[in-house]
């Protein structure tokens, strides 16, 4: 079966860890998104990339670092310069092309302690 | 700046109900306004509008688009208990490959 996979689901951290956050697709989709979601809140966008080894800041990417160096691969970390690291985070792709839906991963939500 | 905000951020109806979700936004460069619903963890996708779609039905699931006046609603006829959920607004900007979210409304419905 096709789809994004996250992991892990539950994550919990001491304050001043990085972590990293997994994400993996077997869609063949070429961009691929971070997003972070607050209780009560939209999604917001952490960071994307449109094609291998490139990738661009969304809005909110301070104490965030992601890589790209394979289509179906975009793990997150999240630094200990994220002063608020606590909150559920999404994966999704999609094609290229001119316009479609996102596919998004079952998430993973972080705690710090 | 580009923005999406949805209305109202919650809603408590009765079984049997029909419920409208708003969506209005303001972007350079519109391609598409996607609606998704989300239970739990991932939203799951429930329609695409654009120039060339602006009407959208799935059962008692409709959406319409409204590019002239710039917003989309959401409408839920009937409503069930499994149709409590965040409804969640996206705009797809052409250039750019970012979706922009609404905050979602929360749909609560009572048995």
């Known amino acids: 079966d096709g789809g994004i996979t996250q992991s892990p689901k539950y994550l919990f951290r001491k304050e001043g860890q990085n972590v990293t956050l997994s994400c993996e697709q077997n869609l063949n989709h070429d961009a691929m998104y971070w997003y972070r979601q607050d209780p009560g809140q939209g999604l917001r966008l952490i960071y994307y990339s449109q094609i291998v080894n490139d990738f661009q800041k969304g809005d909110i990417a301070e104490g965030y670092s992601v890589s790209r160096e394979k289509k179906e691969s975009f793990p997150l970390t999240v630094t200990s310069a994220q002063k608020n690291p606590t909150a559920f985070y999404l994966c999704a792709s999609r094609l290229a092309g001119d316009t479609g839906e996102l596919f998004f991963g079952e998430g993973s939500r972080l705690t710090v302690l | 700046e580009d923005k999406v905000v949805q209305s109202p951020l919650s809603l408590v109806v009765h079984e049997g109900d029909t419920v409208t979700l708003n969506c209005s936004y303001e972007?350079?460069?519109?391609?598409?306004l996607l609606w998704y619903k989300q239970e739990k963890k991932a939203p799951t996708f429930l329609f695409m509008l654009?120039?060339?779609?602006i009407e959208k039905k799935s059962g008692r699931l409709s959406s319409i688009l409204d590019k002239k006046e710039l917003f989309s609603i959401l409408n839920i006829t009937a409503t069930q208990t499994g149709d409590s959920a965040v409804y969640l607004c996206?705009?797809?900007?052409?250039?750019?490959?970012?979706?922009?979210f609404g905050t979602g409304t929360r749909l609560k419905v009572l048995a």
């Open positions: 996206a705009v797809d900007t052409s250039g750019t490959y970012k979706y922009i």
């Open positions: 654009t120039s060339s779609g």
């Open positions: 972007v350079t460069n519109f391609r598409s």
